[in-house]
C-alpha cells in the first residue's frame, strides 16, 4: 500500500515554498448529527477532527506549482475517509467559484471513499454540485488537473477525478468507482488500480511522488501559457519532390524515414502526454497525444507514427483537439497512416463512429490547426487528422485516397499495374499542391 499523506502534507510536497493560502470555509448552520440526524455523526466528527486537525474531508487554497498560480483541493482521507457530504459540497463549490473569478486552473488533490454515509441522499447529491461546478469551470476555458491518490473511488473519482481534463495518478494507488468493502468478491483487485486505468484510457499518467510538483506545474504552464498559430515543422528526412508516384510511395514507406517521435522531439522543448481515450481505450503506440512547449508558447499535438490507427487513437485525438479549442491553444497534426485499422476487433471498437468524431472535432474547432503530413496520408484515416486549407507535406510523403496497391485491386488490374496507379492518383507532394489539397511542402531548409 502506497504512503498515505494528509491533505497539509500532499499540499506541502506540491506548492512552492510559502505560497499556499487557504480559503475561507463557508458558514452553514448546524443540525443535531446532520442533515437526516444520524446518531453519533456529531461525535464522529469530533474524533475525525481531533485525529486530523482538520474541520472537514478537503482543504482549499490558492498556491503556485512551479510558479504557475492554481486552486487547490485536497482531500483529508482521515477525515471520515475523506468523505463528501454537505459541508464538502461547500468548500468545493467555494473553490470553484473563486477559480473562475480569478481566471486560475483547478487541481483537487483526490483521496476519498466516496459519499457519507451520516448524511444520506444529502451528500449524494453533492456529486451534483461537484459537476456543475466543473462543468461551468470548463466552459469558463479553465484546466482542471487532477491527482488521484489512495484511495480515489466513488463520486470522488466518477467527479472529480475522471471529470478533470488530465488525470494524473500516483503509483500503487486504489482507483475505481467501486471501493474495496463493495466490489463483487471475486472481481480482480488489478483492475481497480492506477496502472489499470491508464491502461484503459480513464488516466493519463502515473507520476511518482518526486515528480509531482514538476509534472503538475508542467501541465498547468502547458495549459496556461500564450498560445498562437503552429507553424508547420520542417522537414527531416529526404529532400527535393520524389520523380513518381511510386517514389512517393516508396519513400513514405522507407524504414529510415523519420517518424512522429523525432518531429516532436525537434519541434518542442518540452512536452507531456495526453493518452486515452476515456471510453475505455488507448493507442498509445498509433497515436501520441499531448501539450508541448515552444518558444514559450503552448502547442498542442496529435501525431500518428506509421502505424494502421485504432479506433481509440482516433478518439483520443478528438478528445485532445476538443481540449485545446476551449482552452484556445493551436493544435499541430502529424498525418502518418497507412489508414485506419480495419480489422473485425476495430470494427467492434467502433472504427467509424471514432473517424467520425474526430472529422467533427476538426471541424467544429476555432483555435487554428496546422497539419504536415509526414509518411503515409492513407485514406479516410488520415484525413480525419489533417487541417482544412492548412496542411502541408514532406518530401517523403504521400496523400492518397486509397493505397495504389488497393486501387489496383478496386479497379481489376494486376499488381504490376500498382506503380502506374500510382501516377495515375496523383499523390506526390507536388501533385498535391497544385490540385490545391495542400498548401505547400516543407523542406529541410524551411525553417518556421
Known amino acids: 500500500m502506497p504512503e498515505r499523506l494528509s491533505a497539509r502534507q500532499i499540499l506541502t510536497s506540491l506548492c512552492d515554498a510559502s505560497t499556499f493560502t487557504e480559503l475561507p470555509a463557508p458558514a452553514r448552520e448546524s443540525k443535531p448529527d446532520g442533515p437526516i440526524s444520524w446518531q453519533g455523526y456529531d461525535a464522529s466528527r469530533a474524533r475525525a477532527t481531533d485525529r486530523t486537525g482538520e474541520e472537514e474531508s478537503v482543504v482549499c487554497g490558492t498556491a503556485?506549482?512551479?510558479?504557475?498560480?492554481?486552486?487547490?483541493?485536497?482531500?483529508?482521507?482521515?477525515?471520515?475517509?475523506?468523505?463528501?457530504?454537505?459541508?464538502t459540497g461547500d468548500r468545493l463549490e467555494a473553490a470553484y467559484i473563486h477559480a473562475r473569478a480569478h481566471r486560475l486552473p483547478v487541481v483537487p488533490?483526490?483521496?476519498?471513499?466516496?459519499?457519507?454515509?451520516?448524511?444520506?441522499?444529502?451528500?449524494?447529491?453533492?456529486?451534483?454540485?461537484?459537476?456543475?461546478?466543473?462543468?461551468?469551470?470548463?466552459?469558463?476555458?479553465?484546466?482542471?488537473?487532477?491527482?488521484?491518490?489512495?484511495?480515489?473511488?466513488?463520486?470522488?473519482?466518477?467527479?472529480?477525478?475522471?471529470?478533470?481534463?488530465?488525470?494524473?495518478?500516483?503509483?500503487?494507488?486504489?482507483?475505481?468507482?467501486?471501493?474495496?468493502?463493495?466490489?463483487?468478491?471475486?472481481?480482480?483487485?488489478a483492475a481497480y488500480t492506477a496502472q489499470a486505468q491508464v491502461a484503459a484510457g480513464s488516466a493519463?499518467?502515473?507520476?511518482?511522488?518526486?515528480?509531482?510538483?514538476?509534472?503538475?506545474?508542467?501541465?498547468l504552464r502547458l495549459l496556461t501559457a500564450p498560445a498562437e498559430a503552429a507553424p508547420p515543422p520542417h522537414a527531416l528526412g529526404a529532400t527535393g519532390p520524389p520523380a513518381t508516384g511510386w517514389e512517393a510511395v516508396l519513400r513514405a514507406r522507407s524504414p529510415e524515414r523519420p517518424r512522429a517521435h523525432a518531429y516532436l522531439d525537434a519541434y518542442f522543448t518540452r512536452r507531456a502526454a495526453l493518452v486515452g481515450d476515456r471510453c475505455g481505450g488507448a493507442d498509445p503506440d498509433g497515436m501520441l497525444c499531448g501539450f508541448g512547449e515552444r518558444d514559450g508558447r503552448a502547442v498542442a499535438y496529435a501525431a500518428q507514427t506509421g502505424t494502421a490507427?485504432?479506433?481509440?487513437?482516433?478518439?483520443?485525438?478528438?478528445?485532445?483537439?476538443?481540449?485545446?479549442?476551449?482552452?484556445?491553444?493551436?493544435?499541430?497534426?502529424?498525418?502518418d497512416t497507412p489508414g485506419a485499422a480495419n480489422d473485425a476487433e476495430a470494427e467492434r471498437q467502433g472504427a467509424g463512429p471514432a473517424i467520425a468524431e474526430l472529422f467533427g472535432a476538426v471541424a467544429a474547432a476555432r483555435t487554428p490547426i496546422t497539419t504536415l503530413?509526414?509518411?503515409?496520408?492513407?485514406?479516410?484515416?488520415?484525413?480525419?487528422?489533417?487541417?482544412?486549407?492548412?496542411?502541408?507535406?514532406?518530401?517523403?510523403?504521400?496523400?492518397?485516397?486509397?493505397?495504389?496497391?488497393?486501387?489496383?485491386?478496386?479497379?481489376?488490374?494486376?499488381?504490376?499495374?500498382a506503380e502506374a496507379t500510382a501516377d495515375q492518383l496523383r499523390i506526390r507532394p507536388q501533385d498535391l499542391v497544385e490540385?490545391?489539397?495542400?498548401?505547400?511542402?516543407?523542406?529541410?531548409?524551411d525553417h518556421p
Not at 206 to 218: C, I, K, M, S
Open 373 to 417: 503530413v509526414i509518411g503515409e496520408g492513407g485514406s479516410g484515416g488520415a484525413l480525419a487528422l489533417a487541417a482544412p486549407g492548412n496542411t502541408w507535406a514532406t518530401p517523403d510523403s504521400y496523400f492518397s485516397v486509397i493505397a495504389p496497391e488497393l486501387a489496383a485491386a478496386i479497379l481489376k488490374r494486376p499488381p504490376r499495374e
Open 435 to 445: 490540385l490545391g489539397v495542400i498548401r505547400g511542402i516543407r523542406d529541410v531548409e
Open 109 to 189: 488533490l483526490v483521496a476519498t471513499g466516496g459519499s457519507r454515509m451520516q448524511e444520506g441522499m444529502f451528500a449524494l447529491t453533492q456529486l451534483q454540485r461537484v459537476a456543475r461546478q466543473s462543468a461551468l469551470t470548463r466552459e469558463a476555458g479553465l484546466p482542471q488537473v487532477a491527482v488521484l491518490r489512495d484511495p480515489t473511488t466513488g463520486g470522488g473519482w466518477a467527479t472529480l477525478g475522471a471529470g478533470a481534463d488530465i488525470t494524473l495518478t500516483l503509483p500503487g494507488a486504489q482507483v475505481g468507482f467501486a471501493g474495496s468493502r463493495v466490489r463483487p468478491a471475486d472481481a480482480d483487485p
Open 309 to 335: 490507427t485504432r479506433p481509440a487513437g482516433y478518439r483520443t485525438a478528438a478528445r485532445l483537439i476538443r481540449l485545446a479549442d476551449r482552452l484556445g491553444i493551436p493544435v499541430l497534426t502529424l498525418v
Open 204 to 219: 493519463d499518467a502515473v507520476v511518482p511522488p518526486e515528480r509531482l510538483r514538476e509534472t503538475v506545474g508542467l501541465w
Open 64 to 87: 503556485s506549482v512551479e510558479g504557475t498560480r492554481a486552486v487547490l483541493i485536497a482531500f483529508e482521507f482521515g477525515f471520515l475517509g475523506g468523505s463528501l457530504g454537505e459541508r
